[in-house]
């Protein structure tokens, strides 16, 4: 009997393996506590790049009757795209579905419990990686913010940013990311967020402006940022909180994470000095506040190739987006009369173009990437370019007929007598400084 007892002992170890049916369950693979660990300081990470970060890049640049109202704006979205996130928005991006859109069996977390893991490849709980995903769901509305502060209607912005959300970032981040397809494009390369995230904001935010109209005096009138300082802490803020958003993005704490956070940083520096020096030689004069702004470019543009590329990619997407992203904040704003006033679409839709076009590029071994060596630039700038081009144009037609609609029952802009005082004092009956 001792000797029959470890086979005993073998055979109900391996019946705990059965399933009721009769078939054998694949063991669960082990949670990576090193991948999980660094998966949770980058959703911290992503969540500090809307508040404070976002929050108070955006309200330094805006007038002072008008920056508590940025800060609400960024605070309000973040609880209203968690709550959404949670009770069907997870599941509409990530669940099994059709091409277009998730099902709904992920609602409200269902079926997936602290032990569950993302995916055989992805050795982390499926929690965090619905927490790491809250956060970009959060940040792409609040980026739109910046491009009609001013003069939006706090209930219009409300509605504005949760109905776009539905309808726009949760069918784009599904045919992207999510298992769906969009329009039969096969293998698009988004690592963090160039389409999902920059182009349906820029897009959206481009729209809401042409829509909403100038704020009342521009441009003649003066309306330079209130607190520089402000605006150049929120970006410091955005620059470390990127190493989340894209390093994180890997899901995985390995050599690739490393690799992209070297070029993250690389492009945004990049970014920054190309737009310096432009703004030296047409101005005479480099700013503040146009390097802070070069180095948004450059983080904009690398996140969707981040993965992919190597630091020659780095340097010449970040060089690229500093320059395209300044004729598209200067010369082709002024030239065409659109009040986007903090620049969202010159910067967020035009770099995360630029970066979802080049990477088709620069993720080529012979340019450092870490694509393959049958891998075929032209199909990929094909694959790439359409990507962009079907997003910006859904993106457009829905947010127009959004704001359209908004517009036409409770009203987009606050009035002329309420723009002139502030929306602190407008929308919210209180003020940012008290002198």
């Known amino acids: 009997m001792k000797r029959l007892l470890p086979l005993y002992l073998l055979l109900v170890s391996a019946s705990q393996g ?5 078939t054998a369950t694949a063991a669960a693979p082990p949670i990576d506590s090193g991948n999980t660990a660094w998966i949770i300081v980058a959703t911290a990470l992503v969540l500090f790049m809307t508040i404070p970060g976002l929050s108070m890049f955006y309200a330094g640049l805006v007038r002072k009757k008008n920056v508590l109202s940025v800060f609400m704006h960024c605070f309000v979205i973040t609880c209203v795209m968690s709550i959404i996130w949670l009770v069907f ?4 991006a990530f669940a099994e579905g059709s091409n277009f859109i998730g099902g709904m069996s992920k609602s409200m977390l269902s079926g997936i419990g602290t032990g569950e893991v993302y995916d055989s490849s992805h050795t982390i709980p499926e929690l965090i990686f619905f927490a790491f995903q809250m956060t970009f769901f959060i940040i ?8 009609f502060v001013e003069r939006i209607r706090f ?3 409300l509605v504005f940013v949760t109905v776009w959300a539905v309808l726009v970032y949760l069918p784009v981040c599904h045919m992207v990311w999510g298992g769906g397809s969009m329009l039969g494009l096969e293998g698009i390369m988004d690592h963090a967020g160039g389409i999902v995230v920059h182009i349906t904001a820029g897009v959206g935010a481009l729209v809401a402006v042409l829509v909403l109209g100038p704020r009342n005096g521009y441009p003649k009138r003066p309306m330079a940022p209130h607190n520089l300082p402000m605006c150049v802490a929120g970006t410091g803020m955005l620059w470390v909180g990127w190493f989340g958003f894209n390093a994180g993005s890997g899901l995985g704490a390995d050599g690739t994470a490393a690799m992209t956070l070297i070029v993250t940083h690389i492009s945004a520096s ?3 000095l190309i737009w310096m020096v432009l703004e030296w030689v047409t101005v005479k004069r480099p700013s503040m506040l146009g390097i802070a702004t070069g180095s948004i470019a450059g983080l904009a543009a690398i996140t969707p190739a981040s993965g992919a590329v190597g630091p020659i990619g780095a340097l010449c997407i970040g060089g690229t987006s500093g320059l395209l992203c300044w004729i598209a904040s200067t010369k082709i704003k002024q030239k065409f009369g659109y009040d986007d006033s903090l620049d969202v679409f010159g910067v967020h839709g035009v770099g995360g173009a630029v970066g979802t076009i ?5 993720a080529a071994a012979s340019f450092g990437g870490n694509a393959d060596a049958d891998y075929a630039i032209g199909s990929q700038l094909t694959t790439q370019f359409l990507a962009a081009l079907y997003t910006a144009v859904y993106t457009g037609i829905v947010s127009f007929v959004i704001l359209k609609v908004i517009d036409a029952t409770i009203g987009l802009r606050v009035d002329e007598r309420e723009e002139s005082e502030g929306l602190d004092i407008a929308d919210h009956g209180e003020t940012g400084y008290n002198d």
């Open 140 to 147: 792409t509305p609040a980026l739109m913010v910046g491009a």
């Open 155 to 157: 209930s219009a912005m």
């Open 18 to 22: 059965i399933a009721q049916d009769g």
């Open 89 to 92: 928005g997870y599941s509409a």
């Open 270 to 272: 990049t970014g920054a």
């Open 358 to 362: 080049l990477v088709a590029v620069f």
